[in-house]
């Protein structure tokens, strides 16, 4: 391609077998359905060869927001995505922007990947944030706000309210606020409060009449009060600190109040225990759970027009600059929309989705199905939300804890739901007798308390529980079952690429491999010594692992395609890329001419479509109802060359690759590694939430030519294949009959 001209890449056209407008997304072809248009730059024109992996998660925020301001998604589900972004913001300044400004304390000056400085990345990210945050204003008062309103769910402000309203809120304030709400004064006698990381607040100044005094007081709002008070039809809410604001007065009797302000304050949360051995990391992690609340404060949040006094006064305090600190239009801290979100309208929801029960595993009759059997014939691939996590995940390791031919249950616990039939089937088993070995991942950041509590319970019943190894996150998804069989033990397995939570499995997009391969098995058996005991084996049957293997496995395969050129194929479908020797190895095999996609959720510090360094590369982020969370990696699978899947819990970044136990698995069932590449050339198609990356870092929407949703199309097939596994029992039944 000559640098300048003006390129159309789409996304190619093979005839998928489920949906024919998938296209020949695996023959490299660049006639299709998803026309996207680019302008064709040359290196030079982009500057370094890595984009920041900072501003490209502030990306996918802004991604999510677009859905918020996108009038063809539902409205309450317009409002989740609108607390989905308050809460990745949170995260974000807890995390990353904490995590420089340590770098700079440190007196750090080394340069990220794409050549910025600490106090560059700042101001860029900064920069950002602000464009963000006003977009943010815009479609939640301008746009979200009027249209709840029309379908009869009004977001109101206590000015706005009439008499009988404010009554009814009077009644819930002093009933059930008032004897909440602690007012803390500032004077000679009282220092200024700690504030907590993601407080919402009221600063308050207050005149006695008596001396003329002018001081400040804090009031914190309760954290857990709804953040929005219902009135009694169910369907006007009002922000809870507005409501406090209305009822100064209850809490500084006799006193003139002046002015009140909302802000927030964001703390350093990032985690970082002293490890060392398994019981000492308990203490440590717990320890790091208190010091997390007393974290350097990173970021102030305050309404327009706050004033310069309440501003350097909470600036002082909390010893920041002005760089710190952000304006938000309307209430702070919109993650409190989900309480919104919640109502019950029908009408203003997505339709509900009921998972499928998985083929092979549907019940018979009144007979429950004995997994095993169907496992010791077939390999069982599940992706949830699709297929259900219920019938399928959940009942491997339920019905292993209730079989008395089941002599060990070994698993991996990262994140997990808070009534956990897992959790609880793993406790059973135990008191049965059974030998259940659980590695609970205490370091899962903002999951250590739950995780803590369910290593205790665990340990209490008896379950051989580690928290973890030293220096790295076990973050691998797998378990393992151990039964006994009339020729001999046999181990049946499941490694996945999401989390062992069945709440999450209703939202997340996963996929997951049941399995009785003796090689599988066996590997399994070793990573759990290797967890669990004291091991340095570095080779597997089938198991790639990290941090021994992940990184130069996907380096050999991507080489591999190199060799082939444009006969060669690439697709990786993963949440991330940043990790520079993998980013590198996918520029060698473009510049070799292979054709690469890559479906990346959210960070991707990777250059698309850059002539003589990734002109054959194109990248697709895909945000909607599902957060899309499985890895799938597939290589060749055309023009003769052999097809090779993988999938499991690693990202293509140096944390997943370098710093956490992480397991990829090989699919070598033809049929299941087919259905895989099916995902993925679905997943290409999709022209309704997906976003294109440009040379130069920006993302365009992908243009919707066909109206085609890869979430939508899968949920049909989900059904189509429940329909063709009802038919033939409808059948029989018939002929019995």
């Not at 225990?273 to 990173?298: H, T």
Request: with cysteine; aromatic share 6%; glycine share 8%.
């Amino acid at each position: 391609m000559v640098p300048g001209a003006r390129a159309t890449l789409a996304g190619p056209g093979r005839e998928a077998a489920a949906h024919g407008e998938a296209g020949a997304l695996r023959g490299g072809s660049l006639s299709g359905v998803m026309a996207i248009e680019v302008q064709a730059v040359t290196q030079a024109d982009v500057g370094p060869r890595f984009l920041n992996r900072d501003l490209s998660e502030l990306d996918l925020n802004g991604r999510i927001l677009d859905l918020a301001g996108d009038p063809q998604v539902p409205l309450l589900e317009r409002v989740k995505f609108l607390a989905i972004f308050s809460t990745q913001l949170d995260t974000f300044f807890q995390v990353r922007v904490a995590a420089i400004k340590d770098q700079m304390a440190a007196g750090l000056r080394a340069r990220s990947p794409d050549g910025r400085t600490p106090q560059e990345q700042l101001r860029d990210i900064r920069s950002k944030v602000e464009e963000l945050l006003a977009r943010q204003g815009e479609i939640f008062l301008g746009e979200v706000v009027p249209a709840l309103a029309r379908a009869g769910v009004r977001l109101s402000s206590w000015e706005a309210l009439d008499e009988g309203d404010r009554s009814e809120l009077v009644n819930v304030f002093y009933e059930r606020i008032f004897p909440v709400l602690t007012p803390l004064a500032v004077d000679p006698g009282h220092p200024f409060p700690y504030i907590s990381s993601l407080s919402l607040n009221l600063g308050v100044w207050v005149l006695d009449p008596v001396s003329a005094e002018r001081r400040f007081a804090r009031v914190k709002v309760p954290p857990l009060l709804p953040r929005f008070v219902v009135l009694p039809d169910g369907e006007r809410f009002v922000p809870l600190e507005q409501l406090i604001a209305a009822h100064l007065g209850a809490l500084f009797p006799d006193m003139q109040i002046v002015a009140h302000h909302p802000f927030r304050v964001t703390r350093n949360a990032d985690l970082t225990p002293e490890e060392g051995e398994a019981d000492d990391l308990l203490v440590a992690v717990e320890m790091e759970l208190r010091r997390r609340r007393f974290g350097r404060a990173v970021r102030l949040e305050l309404e327009p027009g706050a004033g310069d006094e309440v501003r350097d006064l909470l600036m002082r305090e909390l010893e920041i600059g002005s760089e710190d600190v952000y304006e938000v239009r309307g209430p702070l801290d919109l993650s409190g929309l989900w309480a919104v979100q919640a109502l019950d309208r029908p009408d203003l929801h997505d339709p509900p989705w009921a998972p499928m029960t998985p083929p092979g595993l549907a019940t018979a009759g009144d007979e429950p199905t004995d997994l095993f059997a169907v496992l010791r014939e077939r390999d069982i691939l599940v992706h949830h939300p699709y297929d259900s996590f219920t019938t399928s995940v959940e009942a491997f390791i339920t019905s292993a804890a209730a079989d008395p031919a089941v002599l060990a249950i070994k698993q991996t616990l990262y994140r997990t739901s808070g009534e956990s039939r897992i959790v609880a089937a793993l406790i059973r088993a135990a008191e049965e007798g059974k030998q259940v070995a659980v590695l609970v991942e205490l370091k899962a950041r903002f999951d250590e308390q739950a995780n803590i509590a369910w290593a205790r319970a665990l340990e209490e019943a008896g379950v051989h529980v580690v928290y973890g190894l030293v220096g790295l996150k076990t973050h691998c998804k797998a378990a393992l079952v151990v039964r006994e069989e009339e020729d001999g033990v046999r181990r049946y397995c499941h490694i996945g690429t999401g989390n062992y939570n069945a709440d999450t499995a209703h939202e997340y997009e996963d996929v997951g491999l049941l399995s009785a391969d003796p090689n599988l098995g066996a590997d399994l058996t070793d990573l759990f010594n290797f967890l669990t005991g004291y091991s340095r084996q570095a080779r597997y049957r089938r198991l790639v692992l990290a941090p021994m293997s992940v990184r130069s496995r996907m380096i050999e395969l991507i080489r591999a395609e190199a060799v082939a050129g444009p006969e060669g194929r690439v697709i990786m479908k993963l949440n991330g890329l940043d990790d520079p020797a993998v980013v590198d190895a996918l520029y060698e095999a473009s510049r070799a001419g292979v054709p690469i996609d890559l479906i990346v959720r959210g960070i991707c510090v990777l250059r698309p479509g850059v002539p003589g360094l990734s002109e054959t590369i194109r990248v697709r982020s895909i945000v909607g109802r599902f957060l899309e969370h499985s890895r799938i990696f597939a290589f060749g699978g055309v023009n003769g060359r052999p097809l090779q899947v993988l999938i499991g819990s690693s990202d293509m970044r140096g944390r997943n690759l370098d710093r956490r136990v992480e397991a990829l698995v090989p699919v070598v069932d033809p049929e299941l590694a087919e259905r895989l590449a099916e995902v993925l050339d679905l997943n290409l198609a999709d022209d309704t939430n997906s976003w294109a990356l440009q040379a130069d870092g920006t993302w365009q929407r992908v243009p919707c030519l066909k109206g085609f949703s890869v979430q939508r199309r899968l949920q049909e097939l989900a059904v189509e294949r429940a329909r063709r596994r009802r038919e033939p029992d409808s059948l029989a039944a018939t002929r019995r009959a």
